[in-house]
């Protein structure tokens, strides 16, 4: 499935429905988005090719990071969503540092989801990871998966 020598990612099989995942990721990003006891908060997510997607992290000390500033490429309802930093709402320009895509698949009774960041070259991607990839986007995956079957739970 890789694009690119530049990618990194995460997937994991969630024991609950597509819809349920999209509604998850949709509607509920400030709850998983980022690894605990950081957290995020949405500015704006307007789910549309060009559409503006900004997201602010907090630390527990009081640290921040972004907004994080990008636009959708694509957005496929329950099935993949597209972001990239390289443009800013309105397609001004801005320094890339990655493009993220977002699958959700079928898989038996439940969804395949898988995260991924594909960066301009290899110096963005060892960046990266040394800025904790796996560690940060494992557990949010790990809090997506909960989050997901606790809805599904009582759905």
């Known amino acids: 499935m890789s694009g ?3 990618e990194l990612s995460v997937t994991c099989l969630i024991d609950a429905p597509r819809e349920i995942c999209w509604k998850v990721w949709t509607d509920l990003k400030d709850e998983w988005f980022c690894p605990k006891p ?5 500015i704006e997510e307007d789910m549309r090719p ?5 997201v602010q992290m907090f630390g527990p000390d009081g640290e ?3 907004p994080m500033e990008g636009i959708f490429l694509e957005v496929v309802p329950g099935a993949r969503i597209v972001t990239t930093d ?5 397609w001004i320009p801005q320094s890339p540092f990655m493009t993220a895509i977002w699958d959700f698949a079928a898989e038996g009774d439940g969804t395949r989801f898988t995260a991924t960041a594909r960066h301009w070259d290899a110096e963005a991607k060892a960046r990266h990871e ?11 995956m790990a809090q997506f998966k909960a989050l997901c079957e606790t809805s599904a739970a009582s759905a």
């Not at 060009?50 to 900004?54: H, I």
């Not at 390289?86 to 309105?90: D, F, H, K, P, S």
């Not at 040394?130 to 949010?140: A, Q």
Request: hydrophobic share 40%; no cysteine.
């Open 4 to 6: 690119t020598a530049h």
């Open 38 to 42: 950081w957290r995020a908060e949405v």
């Open 50 to 54: 060009g559409g503006r997607s900004a």
């Open 64 to 66: 921040e990071t972004g």
């Open 86 to 90: 390289a443009y800013a709402a309105g």
């Open 130 to 140: 040394e800025m904790g990839f796996h560690p940060g986007w494992d557990e949010m």
